[in-house]
């Protein structure tokens, strides 16, 4: 049985407001905030200058503000890559409904496309921190503090084990209260 010219419309009508709710609204949401965002960011950014401008006898607080106006711009160009990459991951389907929207010949998704589709957006997931990271030196000095405090606490807690398993002669010659102290730290 042929569906019924209704159901189509039906469907094409759900597709596009499915794409309005989970597509079209979240960009221009993100366009509005990130869009004041950078404003607020730019003017208090001229503030910081013209305020420092002012206080020119110290030349150490100009390069400061000099660093300040730096690190807000790349804020904001931070803020604009995460909004383009957005767009770039979830943009596949919706050209998809258009082109089968408008198209004589409608293509038909295939196996490969749904998995490229769904690639793309699980990479806009795994691309925030990358951003973070390209954009923000305070995001990598933390980040990087953070691995290495991590780093060091699985390596002594394997160092731990490693010498509480161990049968040595330095091992065997402790009594048995500090060995239970040092498997209890574990």
Not at 6 to 28: H, N, Q, S, T, W
Request: net charge positive; proline share 4%; aromatic share 16%.
């Amino acid at each position: 049985m042929f569906p019924k010219p209704y159901d189509i419309m039906y469907r094409v009508l759900y597709k596009y407001a499915e794409a309005f709710l989970y597509f079209y609204f979240p960009i221009g949401i993100q366009i509005v905030l990130y869009s004041i965002i950078a404003r607020r960011l730019f003017v208090s950014a001229k503030e910081l200058t013209t305020r420092f401008q002012m206080r020119t006898e110290n030349n150490r607080k100009s390069e400061k503000s000099h660093e300040a106006v730096k690190a807000r711009r790349g804020v904001v160009k931070m803020l604009m890559a995460c909004v383009i990459i957005y767009v770039l991951s979830y943009l596949p389907p919706q050209v998809l409904l258009f082109y089968n929207t408008f198209a004589i010949k409608k293509f038909e998704s295939t196996w490969s496309y749904r998995v490229f589709s769904i690639s793309l957006s699980y990479i806009n997931s795994a691309a925030n921190p990358v951003l973070y990271s390209i954009f923000s030196q305070n995001f990598r000095k933390k980040f990087r503090i953070s691995l290495c405090y991590l780093c060091t606490k699985l390596g002594d807690g394997i160092y731990r084990r490693q010498r509480s398993d161990s049968f040595d002669s330095h091992m065997t010659s402790r009594p048995v209260s500090s060995l239970k102290t040092s498997t209890s730290k574990l």
